[in-house]
């Protein structure tokens, strides 16, 4: 099998799963840029295959990581970025570069595809968060990138299983703990009205790929939902409540909004390096929510999610140190 994205926050917590579950390490590949980094996080040396998916040299390294194996997990992506562009290396450019190398040496694998609920475009209710993706409607770039990136796949001769995640929350993650910041700030900005929304523990969505491989469902395109939904002012209330605060929430235009990520758009392209918050996400937040239908993951893979929100964030907010844990002591 081989992983790309390993060393990334969904990568390492997949890794560990199937390590745990005895997956032997002898036949796991994990494509890594920095091997020290990949070490660090505690990913096996002995796994380990260099290329950096946004190399347009890398196709023989890619070649020699995919060679013989019967499964690719694709986990690999940018998720922050302040022009199309920034998405477009990795998420596009990447994916054909990965799809390329694996045609050629092992046409036979079976590549699963970690899209995201972006890539089919808003939805209030779940309806249309499973099409097909030539009927998909992006609103952002990034949504644009993985769209991209799943046309590519469905293009190509090898079976194929796309996952679509909503948000993905936990311990470890900066997109997680910059939603904590926010939550737990003396003033927690929100839109202006709420969003209704889908949110899954990271281990809730490792759940769902294992089970992806046990099952190998050809075409099938799966969105994923946790246990219960939420909007966007009751995900940071819930936040709050996980650190033990009360939320004090500050709703705010888009159009305010939209001026703050120009601002940050400008410094982080300055800085040259990408925040969470951008233009880019500003279309996410316009949209009228972003639900997933859990119907078809439950029928294709018998999965539903259990981590309930609470529980997950409750976890997030003890191991980030937002609330320690409570201890007794006897004598």
């Known amino acids: ?15 560990q799963r199937l390590l745990e579950r005895g997956h032997p390490a002898s036949r796991l590949r994990c494509l890594v840029r920095d091997p020290g980094r990949a070490t660090a996080a505690g990913l096996p040396a002995s796994t380990l295959s260099i290329a950096d998916l946004a190399d347009p040299a890398s196709e023989p390294a890619l070649a020699a990581a995919a060679a013989g194996v019967d499964l690719v997990v694709h986990l690999a992506a940018e998720l922050r970025g302040w022009s199309r562009w920034a998405f477009a290396g990795v998420n596009v450019g990447g994916t054909d570069r990965l799809l390329r190398a694996v045609a050629a040496a092992a ?6 595809l970690a899209s995201s609920l972006a890539a089919a475009g808003p939805s209030a209710d779940g309806v249309g968060s499973a099409a097909p993706p030539a009927a998909c409607r992006p609103v952002s770039a990034y949504g644009v990138s993985k769209l991209e990136a799943e046309l ?3 293009a190509g001769r090898q079976p194929w299983t796309i996952v679509r995640p909503p948000v993905v929350y936990g311990a470890g993650d900066g997109a997680t703990q910059m939603l904590f910041r926010q939550a737990c700030a003396a003033l927690a900005p929100v839109p202006w009205r709420p969003r209704p929304l889908s949110v899954i523990h990271v281990d809730d969505v490792v759940r769902a790929l294992v089970r992806v491989l046990e099952v190998r469902p050809p075409g099938a395109v799966l969105p994923l939902d946790g246990c ?12 709050a409540a996980a650190c033990g605060r009360r939320a004090r929430l500050v709703r705010v235009p888009i ?3 939209a001026l703050g990520a120009v601002v940050a758009d400008g410094w982080a392209a300055w800085r040259g390096r990408a ?5 880019d996400k500003v279309r996410e937040i316009r949209a009228v929510g972003w639900v997933a239908d859990a ?20 976890d997030v907010a ?4 937002w609330r320690p844990a409570v201890t007794s002591a006897t004598a």
């Open 295 to 314: 119907r078809p993951a439950r029928s294709v893979l018998g999965f539903a999610a259990s981590v309930p929100l609470h529980q997950g964030l409750a």
């Open 228 to 239: 219960e939904r939420t909007d966007t002012h009751a995900f940071v209330r819930a936040i």
């Open 1 to 15: 099998m081989l992983v790309t994205g390993a060393t990334g926050f969904l990568g390492r917590h997949f890794v």
């Open 152 to 154: 590519r796949l469905v």
């Open 275 to 279: 925040s969470y918050f951008s233009r």
């Open 107 to 112: 046409p036979s694998a079976h590549v699963v």
């Open 255 to 257: 159009a305010v909004a």
């Open 318 to 321: 003890r191991r980030e140190g």
